[in-house]
């Protein structure tokens, strides 16, 4: 079970995570994008999910990694994420519920450049009971 | 002239194995049931699945030409409703349209209906754009 003290709780990643143009070209390489000059709009998963694994997985919070599945997404895409960007990942865990024995997290994630909010996504999890 | 009710022209992708393994390196995740057919069918899985994001990053390929940029689209939401189902060997269908549901000045909000195997696979699935 996830600790239920979590809910409301915000965590900062430990680390700043750098974009770069690589990351960029691999990942719109794949969906057939040419222009790299941004990243396309769902490419800042790849820094949301790696974030929310070390956050969620954490002994005092509990989540099975394993037993995850993805429920949901939205992103706010307050400018195009570019090679360069600097982030820091804020995750606050909004809720959580149990439906049909499986726990339901939303978490939201705040990806910022210093002081600028630059995409703000959230996400349902499903750990599967 | 875009207005309310305008559909977008319907587009399809293709989705196989090597593009299961090139989006895991991508995008970092690796959960075995995008690669392992064994290890997909011992936690329940008809076959191998696509990961939800792929199938969204792919919609967004869609959203992003339509807006005429990456740099245009606003927001983007989907529920996974459905997996896509990727069989070893085969090409699967990604089946993309979309509907202009609101225009408020620059912002144009779309809701996307995306199919494979002529099952629905994403569900609430929206953007707003500009253009």
């Given at each position: 079970?996830?600790?239920?003290d979590?809910v409301?709780?915000?965590?900062d990643?430990?680390?700043?995570?750098?974009?770069?143009?690589?990351?960029?070209?691999?990942?719109?390489?794949l969906i057939?994008?040419?222009d790299?000059?941004?990243?396309?709009p769902?490419?800042s998963?790849r820094?949301t999910?790696s974030q929310f694994?070390?956050?969620?997985t954490?002994?005092e919070?509990?989540?099975?990694w394993a037993?995850?599945?993805?429920?949901?997404?939205?992103?706010?895409?307050?400018?195009?994420?570019?090679?360069?960007?600097?982030?820091?990942c804020s995750a606050?865990?909004?809720t959580?519920r149990?439906a049909?024995g499986?726990?339901?997290?939303?978490?939201?994630?705040?990806l910022?450049?210093g002081?600028?909010?630059v995409?703000?996504?959230?996400?349902t999890?499903v750990?599967?009971? | 002239?875009?207005?309310?009710?305008?559909?977008?022209?319907?587009k399809?992708?293709?989705?196989?194995?090597g593009?299961?393994k090139a989006y895991?390196?991508?995008?970092?995740?690796?959960n075995p049931?995008?690669q392992?057919?064994e290890?997909a069918l011992?936690?329940?899985?008809p076959?191998v699945?696509?990961?939800g994001m792929?199938?969204m990053?792919l919609v967004?390929k869609?959203i992003?030409?339509w807006?005429?940029?990456?740099?245009?689209?606003k927001e983007f939401?989907?529920?996974f409703?459905k997996?896509?189902?990727?069989?070893?060997?085969?090409?699967?269908d990604l089946?993309v349209t979309?509907?202009v549901?609101?225009?408020?000045g620059v912002?144009?909000?779309?809701?996307?209906?995306?199919t494979?195997?002529?099952v629905?696979?994403l569900?609430?699935?929206?953007a707003?754009?500009?253009?």
């Open positions: 079970m996830i600790n239920p979590s409301g709780r915000t965590f990643s430990a680390d700043l995570v750098t974009v770069k143009q690589s990351e960029i070209d691999a990942f719109a390489g057939g994008e040419a790299t000059r941004v990243a396309p769902t490419f998963i820094i999910l694994e070390s956050i969620l954490k002994p919070i509990g989540v099975d037993r995850l599945v993805h429920g949901d997404q939205k992103f706010e895409i307050y400018r195009p994420v570019i090679a360069g960007d600097i982030f820091k606050t865990i909004e959580l149990v049909a499986n726990e339901i997290i939303s978490v939201r994630s705040d910022h450049n002081s600028e909010l995409v703000s996504t959230w996400s999890l750990v599967r009971g | 002239m875009i207005e309310v009710g305008t559909i977008l022209p319907t399809v992708f293709y989705l196989d194995r593009l299961l895991a390196d991508a995008s970092g995740d690796h049931i995008h392992s057919e290890f011992s936690v329940g899985l076959n699945i696509a990961h792929l199938t990053a967004g869609f992003t030409d807006a005429g940029g990456s740099a245009n689209v939401s989907a529920r409703i997996p896509v189902i990727v069989p070893a060997g085969e090409k699967v089946t979309a509907t549901i609101e225009i408020d912002n144009i909000k779309l809701d996307c209906v995306a494979s195997a002529g629905k696979v569900g609430m699935a929206k707003v754009v500009t253009q």
